[in-house]
């Protein structure tokens, strides 16, 4: 199976900075599925990003994604207070679908 | 809008049979659009996938669970279901069912979760 090592575990920032969140697979995904998922206390992971780089249906742009051979980025241009959560990377190229091990982004 | 509402037992003892449903409002289970999935999410870890159903035909299933769940689905009541065989406390985790695009990819509709513990 696919392995997505995420970094770094927690990430620490201010509102208005800029987040780079990073995913590794451990092989190539098929045709970029990768996905970004939010998951806030309490709450089901909501879908930021599919297709690598697509933002899902009501995701502001802030939220920007890319890759770069086996390497993805999830970027967020100007942290809201509402944007710190945990994040997910997701594969569904190669079954079975596999995640990340979350990167946790916390209010410096 | 879809909603996706998670019901079943919350304690489960060891050896014992998991069973969840998940029914599914403001939408059809039967589109061919969408695969619905089990994944889970033991308490402050990541998440599982689990395994999917897709109604125009077939089931796909996690390896490291393979020969323990079966999803299965009831087109006429809009549901489908997880059985999970042979459960150890290390199968206690939240348990959600959720949508993803058989096109396009990503799990864009999720259950609130059903918390599961397995426990004499």
């Known amino acids: 199976e696919i392995v997505l090592t995420q970094s770094p575990g927690t990430l620490s920032l201010s509102p208005g900075e800029r987040a780079t969140l990073s995913c590794r697979a451990s092989?190539?995904?098929?045709?970029?599925?990768l996905a970004w998922y939010q998951q806030k206390p309490g709450q089901a992971p909501r879908l930021l990003i599919y297709?690598?780089?697509s933002r899902a249906t009501g995701i502001p742009d802030r939220f920007s994604g890319s890759d770069s051979g086996t390497d993805f980025t999830l970027t967020i241009s100007r942290l809201e207070p509402e944007d710190f959560a945990v994040y997910y990377c997701?594969?569904?190229?190669?079954?079975?679908?596999?995640f990340g091990q979350g990167t946790r982004l916390d209010i410096k | 809008q879809v909603q996706l509402q998670e019901s079943g037992p919350g304690l489960v003892k060891p050896t014992q049979t998991l069973s969840l449903t998940c029914t599914v409002s403001?939408?059809?289970?039967?589109?061919?659009?969408?695969?619905w999935n089990w994944l889970r999410q033991p308490a402050g870890k990541g998440l599982e996938w689990i395994g999917r159903?897709?109604?125009?035909?077939?089931?796909k299933y996690n390896p490291s669970l393979n020969s323990r769940v079966t999803i299965s689905v009831d087109t006429s009541n809009n549901q489908f279901s997880l059985r999970l065989t042979s459960v150890t406390a290390a199968d206690t985790a939240l348990y959600y069912c959720?949508?993803?695009?058989?096109?396009?990819?990503?799990?864009?509709?999720w259950g609130q979760g059903a918390l599961v513990t397995v426990s004499s």
């Open positions: 959720a949508r993803s695009s058989a096109h396009y990819g990503g799990t864009d509709s």
């Open positions: 403001g939408g059809s289970i039967n589109s061919g659009s969408h695969y």
């Open positions: 159903v897709y109604t125009p035909g077939g089931t």
């Open positions: 092989q190539s995904v098929n045709s970029n599925y």
């Open positions: 297709g690598a780089s």
């Open positions: 997701e594969q569904y190229g190669y079954l079975p679908n596999t």
